[in-house]
């Protein structure tokens, strides 16, 4: 069973948990039957307003070799997209076990992360960066200074 499975029956049982999936696009697929299955439960997990994805692993090692390209990651980046959208995606980092990891330095997570939301637009900027993160962490403004979401 795939951890979208579970996520699904989970949810089933208790529809009003707000959910937040970490370490999104970072799913490797052994063959394409195992992608399809993940992500049928991908979409049907992207029907459920309350459940929110993090790109937190956004680059990864192909070999011994990194890249911060965008085209390479773009078809994945999209398809998640077009399952959560602009208003449930937000930026996450892997800190403190991504430290030290050239892979997934901040330099490459938020470089590839910013290319990516940047061709959708300017206001996604704004809400895949911070102003997502308050309607499923509840955030509240404690300090004026604060801007609010």
């Known amino acids: 069973m795939t951890a979208t499975e579970v996520l699904v029956k989970v949810l ?3 529809p009003s948990l707000r959910l937040v999936m970490d370490h999104l ?38 070999g011994d070799k990194v890249s911060a390209d965008l085209n390479l990651y773009k078809e994945w980046l999209d398809e998640l997209w077009s399952i959560f959208g602009e208003d449930r ?14 892979f997934n330095s901040y330099p490459n997570v938020i470089g590839v992360a910013r290319a990516f939301v940047a061709t959708k637009g300017p206001s ?12 499923p962490y509840r955030w509240v403004q404690r300090d004026p200074s604060q801007r609010k979401a």
């Open 25 to 62: 696009p970072d799913v490797r697929f052994t063959d394409r039957p195992t992608k399809d299955n993940y992500v049928a439960h991908l979409k049907e997990l992207g029907q459920r307003p309350q459940v929110y994805i993090k790109l937190s692993e956004v680059v990864h090692k192909s």
């Open 124 to 135: 996604a900027i704004d809400k895949v960066f911070w102003k997502n993160s308050a309607k």
């Open 89 to 102: 995606v937000m930026l996450g980092c892997d800190w403190p076990q991504s430290e030290g990891l050239e």
């Open 12 to 14: 089933d049982k208790v």
